[in-house]
């Protein structure tokens, strides 16, 4: 004996056309979804590779900045020896002339004097030399490092821009993700009485 349910026709009509509807929301939902995440990740592409080459442009001219800076330091400990040998050179002058002054001749005295005057005034020329140089590369350092400085603030922009992007498209994801499990029939009735015949 069969037990017979009364289903009314505009409830199944109106069930069968909920489903179809949420269905073809929920692929237009998929869809515009999977579109949004395609574009944020061809957004954080972009700007990784932009990073990539902004750190690249910075590299070669933080190694300009490193070579200028060894070379700054070699000058600096090559005048500061300099600076030392004129000093023992003009305290040995200064000992000579008390020394010998009147134990030698004096054309001898007058000679040697001129000698030892002699290398004290090229060790002299030699210091300007190694000062200019000094100064030539400290002027480069600070020229590089001015070319160097809105690049290192391109590059910060650039992370800050992927950082912000990132985060972004994680609370997209999220919001989304949630909008999508949150769609439900909108014809659907729950009071209807869907009338199922049962054997």
């Known amino acids: ?53 902004q750190k690249d442009k910075n590299l070669k001219i933080e190694q300009r900045l490193n070579y200028i800076i060894q070379e700054i330091d070699y000058s600096k400990r090559l005048l500061q020896r300099l600076n030392d040998n004129f000093i023992k050179k003009s305290e040995m002058i200064d ?4 020394e010998f002054l009147n134990n030698i001749d004096d054309k001898d005295f ?40 809105p690049l290192e603030d391109k590059l ?8 912000k992007l990132e985060l972004e498209k994680e609370y997209f994801e999220t919001i989304e993700v949630q909008n999508i499990s949150k769609l439900r029939p909108s014809s659907t009735n729950n009071n209807d009485v869907v009338d199922i015949e049962m054997d």
């Open 95 to 98: 000992e000579f002339q008390l």
């Open 156 to 163: 910060d922009e650039l992370e800050d821009r992927l950082k």
């Open 1 to 53: 004996m069969a037990d017979n349910h009364i289903v009314p026709q505009n409830s199944i009509a109106s069930t069968v056309m909920a489903i179809a509807d949420i269905k073809e929301s929920l692929n237009m939902a998929t869809n515009e979804y999977a579109k949004d995440i395609k574009s944020y990740n061809i957004q954080i592409l972009t700007i990784k590779d932009d990073i990539k080459k």
């Open 110 to 149: 007058e000679k040697i004097y001129q000698r030892k005057l002699k290398d004290l005034i090229l060790l002299t020329e030699e210091i300007e030399e190694v000062e200019q140089t000094l100064l030539e590369k400290e002027l480069d350092r600070l020229n590089i490092l001015s070319e160097l400085e």
